[in-house]
Every structure is written in C-alpha cells, then in structure tokens.
C-alpha cells in the first residue's frame, strides 16, 4: 500500500501587487473618489479579470481606443504605458489624462528616446503586441526592431553591428531574456547593455522564490489572469525548475481537484497585478482539501514603493473644461469656422 505523501503548501514571497500595479490600482480608485464616475481607462488598468471587474463596479469604463472616450473626460492610461501618438489623440480630444504608466516603464521608454538620438539600433525583446511593446516601440519606431526570443534572433538586421542596444519589456522570464541577449551577442558581438536590467524588480524577486519553491513542489499554482506576462512566465519559471506540474488559475474556482491526486507539496505564488484576496481563497481551498501546513518560502525582501500620478493632486475636470471653453471660443472668433 502505498503511503499518503505529507500535505503542505509553499507560499512564495514575494507574491501578488508589486509597486507599479499598486499604484495603477490606485490611482484609479482615487481618480473615482476625486472626479467622481465615470473615469475611462484605456485598456486594462493591469493584466487581471477580478481587479477590472472590480474597477468597473465602483464606476471606470475601459476602453480599448483613445477616440472611445467622450470630449471633455478623464482617461487614465495604463501601467503598461503607451507610445506618444496615444497622448497626441488624447490632446486632439481634448480629454484630461492620468499617467498610470509604472515608472520602470517609463525608465525603458526614456533609454528607447536617448539611444533613438544616439542613432543606435534598438533591439526590443519582448512578445509582440504586448501593450508594453507597444508603448516602447512607439517613441521611437525608426529605430526599435521586436525580438521575440532567441529564436527570433535569426531574423534580426542592423545597419552598424558596432551601433546596436538592447532593451526588454519589464515582464519577461529572466532567464529567457538573457538567453536571447547571448545570442544576439554572438551575431553581434559589440552589444550595448542599458544602464541596468529592464526586467523589473519585482519580476525577478517574483521568478527567484518560484525557482525556490519549485524544486521541493510536485504541482505548483500561480493565480493570474492568462493575458498577464509575468504570470505566465511564473508557470514556465516552476516548470523549468524542477516542479512536476503547474497551472495558471484566475481563481480557486478554476483548480481541479484531479491535480492534486498523489500530491504532497504544493507551491502557491501569484503574479505582479493580483490581489491577496484571490490567494487567500486558494489558501482556504486546499485548506479545505487537507493541505493545512503552509509554509513561507521568502528568498528576498522588497519594499518599494511609487508615488501616485502627479495629476491627482490637480481638478482635471476642471482644466478639460476650459481646454474645451478655448478651442470654442477660438473657433468662434475665426471666420474660416464661421
């Protein structure tokens, strides 16, 4: 006969929120309590279906374009950033805007602009059409190519191999990055490095307690929504690291209990734009099943912190009025609109 195996989970830390999607949450919530309903945000506030449900109960509406939104409203832009034409369309609508952009984002968007007037070629790794992607390919798009792993390298030319950079969307898998880095270096061997590593803190902090919890785990859960890049790479992370299985869950609803036959450890973490609450209902699910011993595995501490979008403290509202107040009164007084 054989023996029940002992029954505990793994709790990753650090897990779930990080700085930049704290503070996109919030600047919604606070957008909401300030200007009142409704406040339009342009695409997902983060990648995660119970954070924008939650979002929409208390009054944001989500749109995927800017034109979405009517003259004369507030449009929060998300943490993933978006490229200069969407503040230009912004302007010409004459909406107020709330740059909920992560300020890591920005950091990679400002070395995209610098390395763009060097004149260098910028090679971008990331997942096409991304929403982050996207963002950074547009402040600069003569000069940015997409590489979209290593196999991807093949494909790429440049027009100095003496002139070329590398930049990456903040959520990648760590690894798989510097996988594809390597091999742009062997074809190009005098690669430039940004200043520091655009993978974003709390990606990495995230993958190294996954790695950790991942060699002791036979099945290994990361709440997150599918469209979420970090939370995917946090499934392949586990998977390359010695768990037996993982999956990707919105929710405990989604955990099927098939997965836990013949199982001992389970190692629990979520991604950077999911609320503790969906992780505790996982706790009290397999609580539920007999997985009652948890343990914290916490490889690395993280403590950061953003400060809330500067268009918070002004009444926007206001200022898109008289924006909308000008353009009439311009119109009015210029014949070519009589």
């Known amino acids: 006969m054989t023996a029940t195996p002992a029954r505990r989970v793994l709790l990753a830390a650090p897990r779930g929120y990080c700085a930049g999607v704290d503070r996109a949450v919030i600047a919604v919530e606070k957008a909401l309590e300030q200007y009142g309903a409704p406040i339009y945000v342009r695409h997902e506030i983060v990648h995660n279906k119970y954070v924008v449900k939650t979002l929409e109960k208390k009054g944001a509406i989500f749109v ?178 010695g768990a037996d299985a993982g999956h990707l869950i919105d929710s405990a609803d989604e955990i099927d209990e098939a997965w836990l036959e013949g199982v001992g450890t389970i190692g629990l973490s979520s991604g950077a734009s999911v609320p503790e609450v969906l992780v505790d209902g996982v706790l009290e699910w397999l609580a539920q099943r007999g997985w009652e011993d948890v343990e914290i595995v916490k490889p690395v501490d993280e403590h950061m912190q953003f400060s809330l979008p500067k268009e918070l403290r002004r009444d926007l509202r206001a200022e898109a009025a008289k924006a909308t107040d000008r353009t009439e009164a311009a119109q009015a007084t210029d014949p070519a609109h009589a």
């Not at 009517?70 to 004459?94: D, L, N, Q, T, Y």
């Not at 060097?118 to 003569?142: K, M, N, R």
């Not at 990456?168 to 005098?190: C, F, H, W």
């Open 64 to 241: 995927e374009e800017t034109e979405e939104v009517p003259e004369g409203e507030i449009v929060i832009f998300s943490a993933h950033g978006v490229a200069p034409v969407v503040h230009e369309e912004a302007e010409r609508g004459k909406l107020a805007t709330i740059d909920a952009t992560c300020p890591l984002v920005t950091k990679v968007h400002k070395e995209a602009v610098r390395y763009a007037n060097e004149d260098y070629d910028i090679l971008l790794i990331g997942h096409e059409g991304h929403e982050e992607v996207v963002g950074t390919s547009g402040e600069a798009p003569e000069h940015i190519t997409l590489v979209d792993g290593p196999d991807d390298v093949k494909n790429v030319e440049v027009r100095d191999p003496d002139k070329v950079v590398w930049l990456s969307q903040t959520t990648l898998s760590v690894d798989e990055t510097m996988e594809t880095v390597d091999a742009i270096k062997g074809r190009y061997p005098n690669l430039l490095s940004p200043p520091s590593d655009d993978i974003c803190y709390a990606t990495q902090n995230r993958q190294t307690a996954i790695k950790q919890v991942a060699a002791d785990a036979d099945l290994v859960l990361v709440v997150g929504s599918k469209n979420s890049s970090n939370s995917v790479r946090l499934v392949e992370t586990a998977l390359t690291h």
